[in-house]
C-alpha cells in the first residue's frame, strides 16, 4: 500500500506519527498485515523499506514497541535477502554503485554492504555456512549473467 502524508487513514493508523519521518511501516488491521510505504521514494529505496517492513513481520516484532535492536535486526534482514553477501561477491560488485545496479537498491543502502563486504573479504568470512553454498548453487545462472 502505498502512502501519502496527507491521507488521513495513513495518519490515523500510523500511531506513533512517523509518517512525515520513514519510509514506511506495517500495521495489523482486521487480522490482515499492510505494509504501507511513501510513494515519493525512488524503487531501490522502495525496496529497502518494503524488504525492512517484511523482516519486522518474519522476525515477529509486530506488536512490540519499536526498538533500535528491531530496527537494526530489520535492516540486517533487508541487506541479506536484497543483497546476499555471497552472491554480491560471486559477481564481483565490490563497489556501492556496483551492488546497487546489480541488486536494485539505493547508493546509501549499497554503501553499507559495501563496507561489509570488505570487512568479509579481509578476513575471508565466505562460505562459513552451508546455507551460503546451497544459495550461491540456486544464484548460479545470475552469477554467470552477471560476471
Ligand atoms: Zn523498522
Redesign the pocket.
Known amino acids: 500500500m502505498l502512502f501519502d502524508d496527507n491521507v488521513e487513514i495513513v495518519r490515523a493508523l500510523d500511531k506513533d506519527n512517523r509518517n512525515s519521518t ?1 519510509d ?3 500495521c495489523i488491521y482486521k487480522d490482515n498485515i499492510f505494509i504501507i510505504y511513501k510513494k515519493s521514494n525512488n524503487i531501490g529505496r522502495t525496496r529497502f523499506t518494503i524488504a ?2 517484511f ?2 513481520i518474519v522476525l515477529l ?1 509486530l506488536n512490540k514497541l ?1 526498538n533500535d535492536d ?2 537494526r535486526e ?2 540486517m534482514f533487508a541487506a541479506r535477502i536484497l543483497m546476499p553477501m555471497c552472491v554480491i561477491k560471486e559477481c564481483k560488485a565490490f563497489t556501492p554503485q556496483a551492488i546497487s545496479n546489480l541488486c536494485g537498491v539505493s547508493l546509501t543502502a549499497a554503501t553499507y554492504r559495501a563496507n561489509r563486504l570488505q570487512e568479509l573479504l579481509q578476513r575471508n568470512k565466505f562460505y562459513t555456512s552451508p546455507y551460503e553454498v546451497k544459495l550461491v548453487k540456486q544464484f548460479k545462472k545470475f552469477i554467470k549473467q552477471n560476471n
Open positions: 520513514c514506511g511501516f506495517t525492512h517492513e523482516g519486522h516484532h519499536v528491531y530496527e530489520a535492516n
